[in-house]
């Protein structure tokens, strides 16, 4: 968990590596989804782009289909879900059907000038959804994806009009999840500042694997 831009994705990759589990972003699927063209694509490409939360329902069938999935057994990196109260209980729900109980929720932390700073230089790359920055992660070649040759893009909701109000959607409907998990004694706080490397020492120790 954590605001727009705090860094979920970049050391999400990186406990996926240590952990040998899938990295299941949400945000990614539903742009995946706006990219194919899909049914589900064509119904959610405007919330996309202006910053605000697809409905609830329709996460519950994407979760739960994606968390069903053989490569999901032995647990999963969940980025960008739970988001609101009613997703807590969504996946509580998946989490009993498949017998699996949650480790722990992190939730990383940085300064809102920094958010800015990292949304405002961040590019992606819209086939493989390898994530850059144009100060701190730059590709090899500028504006090229070293994953797979890609031409890289600025998101749709990277504009400084749209960031504002993903910020606020954050403050008023997820915040309140990272406290719900506070309650139930899963919460773990993580530095996000300074350089990812710095950050996914800090992730790695809170995970107990440094
Ligand atoms: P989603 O894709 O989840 O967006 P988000 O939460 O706004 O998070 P971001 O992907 O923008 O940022 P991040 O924290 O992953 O940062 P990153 O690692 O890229 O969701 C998008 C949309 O989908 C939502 O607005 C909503 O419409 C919909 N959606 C998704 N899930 C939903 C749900 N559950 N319910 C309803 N709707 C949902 O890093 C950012 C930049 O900073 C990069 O350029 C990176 O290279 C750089 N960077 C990272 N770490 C550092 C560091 N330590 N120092 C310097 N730079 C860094």
Not at 88 to 101: A, F, M, T
């Amino acid at each position: 968990m954590g605001m727009p831009g705090v860094g979920k994705g970049t050391q999400a990759t990186v406990l996926r590596e240590l952990l040998g589990v899938p990295h299941v972003s949400t945000g990614d699927i539903l742009r995946e989804a706006v990219r194919a063209g899909t049914a589900l694509g064509r119904r959610v490409k405007s919330i996309l782009d202006s910053g605000q939360l697809v409905s609830d329902d329709l996460m519950r069938e994407l979760i739960a289909e994606r968390l069903g999935q053989d490569d999901a057994r032995e647990g999963f990196i969940l980025d960008g879900f739970p988001r609101t109260q009613e997703q807590v209980k969504v996946l509580d729900g998946v989490l009993e059907q498949l017998h699996i109980s949650m480790d722990a929720a992190y939730v990383l932390t940085a300064p809102e000038d920094e958010i800015v700073r990292r949304l405002g230089g961040r590019r992606v790359c819209p086939k493989c959804s390898e994530v850059y920055h144009l100060e701190t992660k730059s590709p090899a070649s500028a504006g090229v994806c070293d994953a797979c040759g890609s031409a890289l893009v600025q998101r749709a909701d990277d504009t400084e009009a749209v960031i504002r109000d993903r910020l606020r959607v954050y403050a008023e409907q997820t915040m309140p999840v990272a406290e719900t998990y506070r309650e139930r004694g899963l919460l773990r706080e993580i530095d996000a500042t300074g350089p990812p490397d710095e950050v996914a020492g800090r992730l790695k120790k809170a995970v107990g694997k440094p």
